[in-house]
């Protein structure tokens, strides 16, 4: 509030002294007042005002910006949907076996989150790793 009545009484100030430079200024060039000083006055103002301004400004952009980025992530996410969808692995092809039509997988396809993650009898899975120490000593 103080901000915002500080910027009032400058505006009130500098039209004043426009409309005292306008009527009579050789009478204020005694008291060191120009039209340059004028424009000074007017530059510091903008910049003042400007700069209460400021944090306004930058809550309103990040809020922007945050608004922004929930669409974006799901048009992201429908596009890894759409690629983990038409993502597959063949298993080696007999090749006397006829090929699938254009566009359709073959039989042997699998997803891709199965190839991501093998299942528990898999002989590719890796045994934990048990720290010699977190397992009780026998005495």
């Given at each position: 509030m103080r901000d915002a009545s500080l910027v009032a009484k400058?505006?009130?100030?500098?039209?004043?002294l426009q409309?005292?430079?306008?009527?009579?200024?050789?009478?204020?060039v005694a008291y060191d007042i120009t039209p340059v000083q004028l424009t000074a006055l007017?530059?510091?103002?903008?910049?003042?005002?400007?700069?209460?301004?400021?944090?306004?400004k930058a809550i309103a952009q990040r809020k922007a910006l945050t608004?922004?980025?929930?669409?974006a992530f799901r048009e992201v996410s429908a596009i890894l949907n759409s690629?983990?969808?038409?993502?597959c692995v063949s298993a080696?092809?007999?090749?006397?076996a006829p090929s699938p039509p254009p566009g359709k997988p073959p039989e042997s396809c699998a997803t891709w989150e199965a190839t991501l993650r093998p299942s528990p009898r898999s002989p590719n899975r890796?045994?934990?790793?048990?720290?010699p120490t977190s397992t009780p000593q026998n005495k």
């Open positions: 400058a505006t009130l100030l500098r039209d004043r409309a005292a430079l306008a009527s009579d200024a050789a009478a204020l007017q530059k510091e103002l903008d910049d003042y005002a400007e700069m209460i301004a400021a944090p306004s608004a922004a980025l929930r669409p690629m983990d969808a038409s993502f080696p092809r007999n090749p006397d890796q045994p934990r790793y048990k720290h």
